[in-house]
């Protein structure tokens, strides 16, 4: 079974950090590019950043650009985003998600993992 389990969400005063982890279980990401997604209550999911398969291209939503880095470690099968001084309008529900190439369309995107929850508040 494909699986994709997001974990290292929680909460975080401003400024604050958390590395968020994307583990894949039953296939190996060595072939897929991997988008983060957020999803804020009331609002659209919105694509924060993708990496390709080789790690070699990135790419980070205007929004979160010089503060969130996308990393891959394929012998871990584990794709990581860091996120530092966050802000409270980054508070959402964190997705990783899986395919072929990079795509800020979320329909393009085959498999997904269930979500962590990132609060930022003091």
């Known amino acids: 079974q494909l699986q994709l389990v997001e974990s290292g969400g929680g909460l975080v005063q401003p400024g604050g950090s958390l590395r968020l982890s994307c583990a894949a279980s039953?296939?190996?990401?060595?072939?897929?590019?991997i988008g983060w997604f957020r999803q804020a209550p009331g609002k659209e999911r919105e694509g924060v950043s993708c990496?390709?398969?080789?790690?070699?291209?990135?790419n980070y939503a205007d929004s979160v650009k010089g503060r969130f880095t996308i990393s891959r470690n394929n012998a871990k099968n584990t794709v990581y985003l860091q996120m530092n001084s966050l802000k409270p309008e980054d508070t959402a529900i964190y997705y990783c998600?899986?395919?072929?190439?990079?795509?800020?369309?979320?329909?393009?995107?085959?498999?997904w993992g269930q979500g962590t929850q990132v609060t930022v508040s003091s």
């Open positions: 998600a899986a395919d072929l190439e990079c795509s800020n369309y979320v329909a393009y995107y085959d498999y």
């Open positions: 039953g296939f190996t990401l060595d072939y897929y590019a």
């Open positions: 990496i390709s398969s080789s790690g070699g291209s990135a």
